[in-house]
Nanobody, 119 residues
Framework: QVQLVESGGGLVQAGGSLRFSCAAS????????MGWFRQAPGKEREFVAR????????YYADSVKGRFTISRDIAKNTVYLQMNSLKPEDTAVYSC????????????WGQGTQVTVSS
């Protein structure tokens, strides 16, 4: 079993920055992908960014490309999401997720953290 614990988030003005952390734990934690997703009120959950745990290859949703950066610290089993130039439409509950599968759904999810961007 894998546990994901998120930290960061909160309230910020438009144009500001926030940083999330997601620490993974478990007896034999391993991952192929770790990702960030978000869900705004009344909307479906959407993909934000993902990183390949071994090689560090990253991929972003078009809506956040150039503003958000995903990174990881293998020694700490932690993935980060640096969010810059935040917009009100970035307001959502953000969750990290991980899987050992190369494709398809993620298997383990964090509890979710609220981000509110005021205009």
């Amino acid at each position: 079993q894998v546990q994901l614990v998120e930290s960061g988030g909160g309230l910020v003005q438009a144009g500001g920055s926030l940083r999330f952390s997601c620490a993974a734990s478990g007896r034999t934690f391993s991952a192929y992908r770790m990702g960030w997703f978000r869900q705004a009120p009344g909307k479906e959950r959407e993909f934000v960014a993902r990183i390949l745990w071994s090689g560090g290859n990253t991929y972003y949703a078009d809506s956040v490309k150039g503003r958000f950066t995903i990174s990881r610290d293998i020694a700490k089993n932690t993935v980060y999401l640096q969010m810059n130039s935040l917009k009100p439409e970035d307001t959502a509950v953000y969750s990290c997720a991980t899987t050992i599968k190369t494709t398809g759904a993620y298997d383990y999810w964090g509890q979710g953290t609220q981000v509110t961007v005021s205009s």
